[in-house]
């Protein structure tokens, strides 16, 4: 069964476990907003933090998701 996760405003899209995520994967969030990661800064038993760069804005964020946390992944 294919993972997949409810957008505002876009539907449903593919999505992945955060646990899964790589530099350079393009994440898709609520009213279409994209993110490119650029950095995985750490990984626990429990979750992920990573870098990320909004390709809209330019503007760069960390973010921590749990491990199991399911993400819209566009590419």
Do not use: C
């Not at 409810?6 to 999505?15: I, S």
């Not at 009213?31 to 990320?52: A, Q």
């Not at 804005?57 to 749990?66: A, E, N, P, T």
Request: proline share 1%; aromatic share 12%.
């Amino acid at each position: 069964m294919e993972n997949k996760i409810w957008l505002q405003h876009v539907g449903y899209k593919p999505a992945v476990k955060a646990e899964t995520l790589k530099v350079g994967d393009v994440l898709m969030w609520n009213y279409g907003y994209t993110s490119t990661v650029t950095k995985i800064i750490k990984v626990s038993i429990t979750s992920i933090w990573i870098e990320e760069k909004y390709n809209d804005s330019g503007d760069i964020y960390q973010r921590r998701f749990l491990r199991n946390r399911l993400v819209a992944k566009v590419n």
